[in-house]
């Protein structure tokens, strides 16, 4: 089992958000906080809920978040 390169994935973060000031072209920025943090969570959400096989207790352990906060996630981001 390999475990993931947390360098790898702040990479691509830099190199995306990067990318995207670069070609803002004097447009006003959508606010980047909110932007890159619905990139991530959505597909991770989605993909560990697969991994489980849409266990949310697994899932919900596996994210290290609580159940509730999952459910709530789940929700928010219209998943199923």
Known sequence: MSAINENEIASCVRKSVNNYL????????????NMVI??????????????TKGNQTQAAELLGINRNTLRNKIKQYKIR
């Open 22 to 33: 670069n070609d803002l072209d004097g447009e006003k920025p959508y606010p980047l906080y």
């Open 38 to 51: 619905n990139s991530v969570e959505k597909p991770l959400i989605e993909l560990v809920i697969k991994h």
